[in-house]
């Protein structure tokens, strides 16, 4: 079926007196097949459900992209940025309350409690669909729904996975638009018999006849839901991009994380990068760090010693599977970068603010008087006077932020001006290296390698880090999120660690990525950061690579292999070596009580951790205690 002959439906049917009615279709979609009568089916069921006034068979188009983002200006949900400064850009301003993930009211909906595990909210699938469907009944009245097709990772491609999202919100059609492949490409891979994902999202605000609708509309009570058994996602009540784009973390994390347990492979919260060294020759690393921990400044790193170069392949997810080669490959499924903005500036991530040009959705930064926008860190000078993320108008004496800490931009990755050229090659790269992180002030050094895989997967399973303004909570304080992925695995958290170790023994030993732990965040007792971060962490780049290639030596230590600060490349800058020390110290007797939290944790999922971390753990005691006498 050629895609030319396959029409967009949009078809109002909204009755004079603006009752709702059953909507009807239109031109059917003249795309057949097994699995088209599927899709068809549900989108009746779910608007049957809902009530739309309208329903909008959403095509991919530019042109409906383009009507789709003047209609949100007309009805005052988006600001249009002066073209002048931010050609094609947009503005959105939440309601103060839904500006970042909800992670209280996210839930796992499997059929037994243990395939949630501890880390998650866990509730029987059929009791969550008795307290969300009588939400969702009626709760898109007075508005369109849209039905978006979308692909993760390029079309067709063997390590791609497709989903609709059935959503009210023309917002999060935008968003998705930018996020991943919408159109009729992936209609035909259904009608083909490829397996999809069901998502629904509705912002939880129906429009009564006559009633004008609001800037943001959401609704109070929000419902996260995923059913792992089922391959469906639920969203109600938040218009915010983590909770509304269900294609990147409800689907591409905590369902792709499930179905990749059971397929034998990995579905990662991760950036992709290929680093290239002064002779050409070309790394590929993902790395796992917890939200607003700067991935997307690593993703983009501009390296500061001369000759290295960074492509960018993703910011941050990374499906990754072992391959016939004996080695892990990978491929970043989304299309776009939704990031945050504050602290993205010229001084920070020159490669983000340049991929900002235009054409790119902003929620909740502030406004200039000129028409385009500015946050915390854009750059040095701050504005004299701005409009303020909640509209008021703002000054630098008013004692609070501009732009909301979690303000985010959602712009095309093809953008990026160091995007890699094959970034979107359907079978991914092979990778070399797996780093972890997180924001630790004390204890985790600059750079650590694990001594083997099983070692690198007690690393990931024990990263912990200071909050950030990504979820609700309180910043600052620490929290453990393993592999970056507490707010994001599908399946019970010890079962995950299983999956990893098996994956590694799917690898062959020689092939296998190497795996480090990094902490740009260590501070000194006075506070003041040790390690200049940003550009320069091209330097701890470049020693995980010299290690990958055996050319420098590392130093044992009871937690893992260290370089010799000798082995640093620290030309042109300069690290006081009392810092440099300080960056790498191991206190055994602090180490003895990381090692009381591991354990700690690890009984929170009573006797699933697999026994080889278990064994990890105490070999590492065995090791801090020898280093005590
Ligand atoms: C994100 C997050 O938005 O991790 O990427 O919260
Ligand atoms: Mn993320």
Redesign the pocket.
Known sequence: MAIADIVTRQTPNDRADGSATVPRYGERPRITGPSMAELEAWVAEIAELTQPARIHWVDGSRAENDALLREQVDEGKLIKLNPEWRPGSYLARSHPSDVA?TEARTFIASEREEDAGPTNNWVAPAEIRATITPLFRGSMRGRTMYVVPFSMGPVGGPLSHIGVQITDSAYAVTSIGIMTRVGTEVLEQIAAGKPWVKTVHSVGAPLAAGEKDVAWPCNDEKYIVHFPETLEVWSFGSGY??NAILAK?CFALRIASVIGRDEGWLAE?MLLIRVIDPKGKAYHLAAAFP??CGKTNLAMLRPTIPGWRVETLGD?IAWIRPGEDGRLHAINPEAGF?G?APGTGQSTNVAAVETLWGNTIFTNVALRPDGDVWWEGLTDEVPAELIDWEGNAWTPASGRPAAHPNSRFTVAAAQCPQIAPDWEAAEGVPLDAILFGGRRATNVPLVLEATDWTHGVFLGSNISSERTA??EGTVGELRRDPFAMLPFCGYNMADYFAHWLDVGRKLRFDRAPRIFQVNWFRKGADGRFLWPGFGDNSRVIEWIIRRIDGSVPAVDSPIGRLPRTEDLNLDGIHVPQEDLDELFAVDPELWLHEADLTEEFYQTFGGKVPAALYSELAALRYRLKLAQR
């Open positions: 993930r991009g983590g973390k919260h939200s607003a941050d939704f945050v990504a979820a």
